[in-house]
């Protein structure tokens, strides 16, 4: 798991935890709007790291044998 696939997995899981389980209001912040703005972000980011930064990560190795 690279640093971005579990960059993306904390920034859902702390949006959950704010949209879903937390009922306290702090002023003018509405915590249920962060909570779904960083799982917003956490999905884009989890789908940009598997689609754009995957294919660099795959190693190709070839065995080369020589009689």
């Given amino acids: 798991m690279s640093r971005g696939t579990g960059v993306g997995l ?34 884009l980011g989890l789908v940009m790291d598997l689609v754009l930064f995957a294919p660099r990560r795959r190693d190709d190795y070839t065995t080369r044998r020589y009689p």
Wanted: aromatic share 6%; glycine share 12%; net charge neutral.
């Fill in 10 to 43: 904390v920034l859902i899981a702390i949006g959950a935890i704010l949209a879903f389980a937390v009922t306290a209001t702090v002023g003018v912040v509405d915590l249920r709007a962060v909570g779904w703005i960083l799982m917003i972000v956490g999905v």
